[in-house]
């Protein structure tokens, strides 16, 4: 089996705060050819809508995700 590694995001837990703003949980999944892991966040700050909080908690993953990636592979 090649060593690579397969990543994914899922956008979990909604919240709304007393205040009405919102938050939302992402999880990253990493699976290798050995071995698998996750990494659970949220972005650091809350919004106005949920849509506003999708979209920053899956900005914010996707930045991570990007950070693991090598220079030069693809996944």
Not at 47 to 59: M, Q, S, V, W
Request: some cysteine; hydrophobic content about 35%; proline content about 4%.
């Amino acid at each position: 089996m090649p060593d690579y590694t397969k990543r994914w995001i899922e956008l979990r837990r909604r919240e709304q705060h007393a205040n009405g703003n919102w938050s939302c949980h992402y999880v990253i999944f990493e699976f290798g050819a050995r071995q698998w892991r996750c990494k659970k966040g949220c972005a650091g700050a809350t919004f106005r809508t949920p849509e506003e909080a999708e979209d920053a908690a899956l900005t914010q993953a996707q930045q991570i995700i990007d950070s693991l990636q090598p220079v030069g592979s693809a996944l």
